[in-house]
Each structure stands twice: as structure tokens, then as C-alpha cells.
């Protein structure tokens, strides 16, 4: 099965990130994107890939050893802009402006936690994002970028992250759609 490890996104901030979607779908409506449904809008710790039924535990039993030591963290939503960069965007993404370093401390535990386990430690620096969409082709992609300069102020909402998720992703023809397997609550002390 294929998993990664996540931290959701509140109903209110998905709803606004879903709101900032239709805006640059009906800005470029040409724009060949596959835009990701609001229910499975979130935060990637990290991606797993194929995970086989018996790893699955030991999985947990590594991310409720990092949940342990993690208190709540507050974190806010804001921004549009697109991976790699404006003249090949591959990803559409909302940016994380609050809870940054923390979330980013978050993502390297959790590494350092899977590691022994055979997941190889991501090589690009982590970046807290939630992916809006995936770029497909190049197809009006001039006006995908004009819509995007016009919102660099855009605000989606901020909240106090209480768990991890390891979620399980089921690939399907008009998109993935992400079963989760555990919740992981932050019970560290806050120092």
C-alpha cells in the first residue's frame, strides 16, 4: 500500500484553499492542472511509497514515538506560488507562514524515526506546503502565472496542529484518495 505521513488541514482552511482553487481555475481556465479535491487537501511530513502490511506497525510504533515527544503546533496558511519555479511550475502550492520551524523540526523526526525502518531520508530541504494541484502540461501556463501574481497576499486561515496521520493513498483515475490508517496525537509537555 502506499502511505506518507501528514498533518490535516481544519475544515475552514480547506474550504478557503478551495475558495483560491476555483479563483485560478476560473483565471486560467485552460491551465492543464489536476487540482487536488478539498478533502484531501494537507501537510506532507513525509512520503513513504509501498508499505507492506508488516512494516505498517513498526511504522506507527516510530510516529507514536515522535507524536510522544511533540507538543501542538500553531500553524497559519498563506500564499500561492508553484514548484519548481514560474518558467516549469510543476506543483501549485499554498505556503505554511506560521509554525514553520517547528513543523519543520516535526518533518525531521520523523525521518530520523523512519529511517532505521528503510525509508531513505528525503534529499531536497523540507518545505511546509499543502499542494493545490499538479501541473500536467504546459498549456496556459502564462495565465495560470498572471493569476497567481495577483493573489501574493492570499490568507487561508491558521489552527493548532494536535496530531500526525499516516495515511494511505489510493490511486484512482480523477485523483488519490487518502485513507487514514492511524492519528497520532502531540502529547510532548510544553516546556
Known amino acids: 500500500m502506499r502511505c506518507f505521513v501528514a498533518i ?25 492542472v489536476r487540482w487536488v479535491a478539498p478533502a484531501g487537501l494537507h501537510l506532507t511530513l513525509k512520503f513513504l511509497g509501498e508499505v507492506t502490511d508488516e512494516r505498517r506497525d513498526a511504522v506507527r510504533a516510530a510516529l507514536e514515538g515522535v507524536a510522544r515527544g511533540t507538543v501542538p ?44 525502518l528503510g525509508f531513505l531520508p528525503e534529499r531536497r530541504p523540507f518545505r511546509g506546503h ?38 494511505r493513498s489510493h490511486l484512482r483515475p480523477t485523483g488519490a484518495i487518502y485513507e487514514p490508517l492511524a492519528r497520532l496525537p502531540f502529547t510532548g509537555a510544553v516546556a
Not at 508553484?82 to 511550475?89: L, W
Not at 493548532?160 to 499516516?166: E, G, I, K, R
Open 8 to 32: 490535516d488541514l481544519p475544515g475552514d482552511v480547506r474550504s478557503a484553499l478551495d475558495a483560491a482553487q476555483a479563483r485560478l481555475r476560473a483565471a486560467a481556465p485552460r491551465a492543464d
Open 73 to 116: 503546533i500553531g500553524l497559519a496558511c498563506a500564499g500561492l506560488g508553484v514548484f519548481p519555479g514560474p518558467a516549469r511550475p510543476r506543483v501549485v502550492w499554498a505556503g505554511v507562514t506560521a509554525g514553520l520551524r517547528e513543523l519543520g523540526a516535526l518533518a525531521a523526526a520523523v525521518e530520523r524515526a523512519l529511517e532505521p
Open 130 to 167: 499543502a499542494t493545490l494541484g499538479r501541473v500536467r502540461s504546459p498549456r496556459s501556463v502564462g495565465a495560470l502565472m498572471r493569476a497567481l501574481e495577483k493573489a501574493p497576499g492570499a490568507v487561508f486561515g491558521s489552527w493548532t496542529a494536535s496530531d500526525v496521520v499516516l495515511y
